[in-house]
């Protein structure tokens, strides 16, 4: 769950992913593991905030090496 003024993340998402249907999504989240299961966001394409810039290179390896 991402709050922006116009759009929130799940739907920019999906729609991104209707024009790009291979596009990977990484979702930058302050929201608990929890409220983020609840949202029906596949945990491995989110990292949770705070987070290094360690973590975040990992976490796009990681998706990229998935695909």
Same mark, same amino acid.
């Given at each position: 769950p991402l709050v922006m003024p116009e759009?929130?993340?799940r739907e920019l998402a999906r729609r991104? +992913?209707? *024009?790009?249907?291979?596009?990977?999504? +990484?979702? *930058?989240?302050?929201?608990d593991d929890e409220t983020i299961r609840q949202h029906r966001i596949n945990q491995q394409f989110v990292l949770q905030q705070p987070y290094?810039?360690?973590?975040?290179?990992?976490?796009?390896?990681?998706?990229?090496?998935?695909?």
């Open positions: 759009i929130g993340g991104l +992913l209707d *024009l790009q249907p291979t596009m990977k999504a +990484l979702f *930058l989240s302050s929201y290094r810039q360690t973590g975040l290179i990992g976490k796009v390896r990681e998706m990229l090496d998935a695909a």
